[in-house]
């Protein structure tokens, strides 16, 4: 009985009401920590299928640009879908300049600055880790003069970069590149005649007035350029938006700089230039 009593007079022990409270708020702070650690997971693997589903979508959107470049009035819009991330238009991004060696003397023929196109993932949303790069088309050759019937005339890859001050993403990129064309025609009065043919898309700003996540691309001028008595071509890049970012890092083309190209003697060189409007959300 004097124990009993004592136990009753204990002041440090505690109500069951009391304990039953600070069960229950732990219960709920736990069960907060799983939500708000659940809820960062699924918006994480979200924002990774996303990103993998839009490169498909800047994929297609470079093979279109093959498509439109080269035949003026030609339209297509291609649509894609986001929650984390957004397309933009970049005014300036590579500044070609094209230059052919015939009567012993380097010749400048014209020079081109196009714009790219970039889906961007903000790195708080989705990260792969600064310096990241992964090419997307074509796979292996980063070269931008490219080869063959077949070959491209954008490269699209994905690259984390950073810091940058235009903003820290990661992105999907599409930038135009050349394709080089080779033939020989033969003649009986004059023999054999070699031809060299270089296409290079050029991107432009349409009107962007983002009223639905899709991209229209319309073909809007095409220029020919020829030169006979060529010996050599020399094709330049220049980035003449390196201040934000986009320098020879950002665009990691095996030859940052020029590539030459050695030609038969006498051959004809012709330079095809498409350009392409690049309109943003429904036109």
């Known amino acids: 009985m004097r124990y009993t009593r004592s136990l009753r007079k204990d002041r440090r022990a505690v109500s069951p009401a009391i304990s039953t409270v600070i069960l229950t708020s732990a219960v709920v702070v736990m069960i907060l920590v799983a939500m708000t650690y659940a809820n960062t997971f699924l918006g994480a693997r979200m924002a990774e299928n996303e990103f993998s ?32 991330g957004s397309i933009k238009y970049e005014t300036i991004a590579l500044n070609y300049t094209f230059e052919v060696f015939t009567s012993g003397v380097w010749q400048t023929v014209f020079y081109n600055l196009t714009g790219m196109v970039l889906f961007n993932i903000p790195v708080s949303t989705y990260s792969l880790g600064n310096n990241y790069f992964e090419r997307i088309s074509p796979s292996t050759n980063g070269s931008f003069l490219q080869q063959g019937p077949s070959a491209p005339v954008t490269h699209v890859y994905c690259i984390e970069k950073l810091p940058m001050s235009e903003g820290n993403y990661t992105r999907i990129v599409v930038v135009p590149t050349i394709r080089m064309l080779n033939s020989t025609i033969a003649s009986p009065q004059a023999g054999s005649t070699n ?9 432009a700003a349409g009107v962007s007035p ?29 980035y003449p938006n390196s201040g934000s970012g ?23 060189v012709e330079f095809y230039i498409g350009k392409v409007l690049v309109s943003l959300g429904k036109v």
């Open 53 to 84: 589903a839009n490169k498909q979508f800047m994929l297609t959107t470079g093979l279109q640009i093959d498509d439109i470049a080269w035949t003026i009035g030609r339209t297509q819009t291609v649509r894609y879908s986001s929650d984390y």
């Open 246 to 268: 986009f320098d020879s890092n950002f665009f990691h083309f095996d030859h940052p700089v020029s590539e030459t190209v050695n030609l038969p003697a006498d051959s004809v």
């Open 210 to 238: 983002h009223l639905s996540q899709s991209i229209t691309m319309t073909g809007n001028d095409i220029i020919k350029i020829a030169r006979s008595g060529v010996s050599q071509v020399r094709i330049t890049v220049t």
């Open 195 to 203: 031809y060299f043919k270089f296409y290079l898309p050029t991107l």
